[in-house]
């Protein structure tokens, strides 16, 4: 007898143990997986010239003369990342020429110290001077500022400029990883024929 009650008691245990977990489960509510996507994409010339028509304030093109030629090149990367959350989010990236020679990626403020040091602004033409601001301006706008940043919810883009010497020698590999700090992480890998 004694053998029976200990037994119906573990039963009963057990299913009061069974139902309580079903009501906590069904009373919390349910969470919304987040939605985060990115996306990467290699600009060509059309692209970088939609940014700005204008090729003395595009910062996206290489800077050269008739008698110079160009000295670097670069290398565009549009990066679009959709998220429904403010979060933290990591860039970054690696390039290299056939040689294994790596080509740097510069941030927004590597890229506006490139521009002062290949720009002739002690000129006091007031178009060369409008073209710069305008070169800075829209770097500060579109690059991407630092390896890493808060973004809010909705769409943002960001642009990374890979600057090598002209011509980057070819085939080139680049990988652009895009981290989160809820642990999302994306790569892309580009071969540059």
Do not use: H
């Amino acid at each position: 007898m004694k053998r029976r009650s200990i037994f119906n008691f573990i039963t009963a245990s057990f299913l009061l143990l069974a139902v309580s977990v079903l009501v906590s489960c069904s009373s919390q509510p349910k969470n919304v997986p987040a939605t985060y996507a990115v996306d990467i994409q290699k600009l060509d010339q059309q692209a970088i010239f939609a940014l700005q028509p204008n090729r003395d304030a595009n910062p996206f093109v290489e800077p050269g003369s008739l008698l110079r030629g160009k000295i670097n090149e670069f290398v565009v990367f549009r990066i679009d990342i959709f998220n429904n959350l403010s979060r933290t989010i990591r860039i970054d990236s690696i390039m290299q020429d056939r040689d294994q020679n790596y080509i740097d990626a510069y941030f927004a403020d590597k890229l506006v110290e490139y521009w002062d040091q290949n720009s002739t602004r002690t000129s006091t033409d007031k178009a060369t001077l409008t073209s710069y601001a305008k070169k800075v301006s829209l770097i500060k706008k579109l690059v991407v500022p630092y390896a890493t940043i808060p973004i809010e919810p909705g769409k943002s883009t960001y642009y990374l400029v890979f600057v090598g010497p002209y011509p980057i020698k070819r085939p080139a590999k680049a990988q652009i990883d895009v981290s989160t700090d809820d642990g999302e992480y994306n790569s892309f890998e580009f071969a540059l024929q």
